[in-house]
Nanobody, 124 residues
């Protein structure tokens, strides 16, 4: 059973940077797609970024492209989301997700495993 644990959330001022992490366990092969989603109060869960665990191919949501970078370290079983030039609209709970399938996807229903989330708050 894949387990995911996010960390690194916190409070940051607008324009600042933050890096959040996702520690993954029981990834038995390199075909997983790893994703980050976020959910603000009263809003639907939104796709942020995804990366292929084996090949490193990436995909980004329109609202974060050019500001956020997803990366992974296979040896450490960790996925990171580097967030730069943060805006108050980036405030949300950020969730790590894994899909037992090599194709990246923006669709949250296609991800099989989820972490508990980490809060990111951006003050104006």
């Amino acid at each position: 059973q894949v387990q995911l644990a996010e960390s690194g959330g916190g409070l940051v001022q607008a324009g600042g940077s933050l890096r959040i992490s996702c520690a993954a366990s029981a990834l038995t092969n390199n075909r997983y797609a790893m994703g980050w989603f976020r959910q603000a109060p009263g809003k639907a869960r939104e796709f942020v970024a995804a990366i292929h665990w084996g090949g490193g191919t990436t995909m980004y949501g329109d609202s974060v492209r050019g500001r956020f970078t997803i990366s992974r370290d296979n040896a450490r079983n960790t996925v990171w989301l580097q967030m730069n030039n943060l805006k108050p609209d980036d405030t949300a709970v950020y969730y790590c997700a894994a899909r037992d399938e090599s194709l990246l996807s923006r669709e949250r229903s296609l991800y099989d495993y989820w972490g508990q989330g980490t809060q990111v708050t951006v003050s104006s």
